[in-house]
T-cell receptor, first 117, second 111 residues
Framework: EAGVAQSPRYKIIEKRQSVAFWCNPISGHATLYWYQQILGQGPKLLIQFQNNGVVDDSQLPKDRFSAERLKGVDSTLKIQPAKLEDSAVYLC???????????????FGNGTRLTVT | RKEVEQDPGPFNVPEGATVAFNCTYS??????FFWYRQDCRKEPKLLMS???SGNEDGRFTAQLNRASQYISLLIRDSKLSDSATYLCVVNIWNQGGKLIFGQGTELSVKP
């Protein structure tokens, strides 16, 4: 089974620039997550999709972050404009989960390490 | 109060030691629980799920106490390769299956 694919692996941008990350989940996985992990902290959920609908985006800074999952498969996360505090690893994960009470584990991609200077 | 809180680390233990980590959660609607392991500069990987009756996987034992809203992870006979950050994860069913991570507890096993 192919894993969760993310690109790029690394990105360095200046503040106020824009950046986009891409994620391809494991085939057949209904639920897709984007997490932000700042150094020394646990992953923080930004947005959760089930198929192509948003389940939770309460912690997504919507003035600068946006995400979409067209056709319920691939997803992109965009930051525009970036701030210094956006420097972090952005992790995409997927699970089979079809509902709130599903206990399917998360499978993570390698992440994108973003540095904003 | 954070939704999921873990013991602050780091834990530095000698090989062969037994070490335990605790994790508390604030939302009583939380219904499923996991421990993930994260190696330095790598993505988190599932270590084990936590079942109501407690469960064991080799040297690892996970327990759940719903009344007190905490879960624990016990590692026996620590190995150098156990050195990593251990993340507690809670699935909040009444929030659409939202998966919340704790901040992680770093373990360093020394020879």
């Amino acid at each position: 089974e192919a894993g969760v694919a993310q690109s790029p692996r690394y990105k360095i941008i200046e503040k106020r620039q824009s950046v986009a990350f891409w994620c391809n989940p494991i085939s057949g996985h209904a639920t897709l997550y984007w997490y932000q992990q700042i150094l020394g902290q646990g992953p923080k959920l930004l947005i959760q999709f089930q198929n192509n609908g948003v389940v939770d985006d309460s912690q997504l800074p919507k003035d600068r972050f946006s995400a979409e999952r067209l056709k319920g498969v691939d997803s992109t996360l965009k930051i525009q404009p970036a701030k210094l505090e956006d420097s972090a690893v952005y992790l995409c994960a997927s699970s089979r989960g079809q509902g709130a009470n599903d206990n399917s584990p998360l499978h993570f991609g390698n992440g994108t390490r973003l540095t904003v200077t | 109060r954070k939704e999921v809180e873990q013991d602050p680390g780091p834990f530095n233990v000698p090989e062969g030691a037994t070490v335990a980590f605790n994790c508390t959660y604030s939302n009583s609607a939380s219904q499923s629980f996991f421990w993930y392991r994260q190696d330095c500069r790598k993505e988190p990987k599932l270590l084990m799920s936590v079942y109501s009756s407690g469960n064991e996987d080799g040297r690892f034992t996970a327990q759940l106490n719903r009344a007190s809203q905490y879960i624990s992870l016990l590692i026996r006979d620590s190995k150098l390769s156990d050195s990593a950050t251990y993340l507690c994860v809670v699935n909040i069913w009444n929030q659409g299956g939202k998966l919340i991570f704790g901040q992680g507890t770093e373990l360093s096993v020394k020879p």
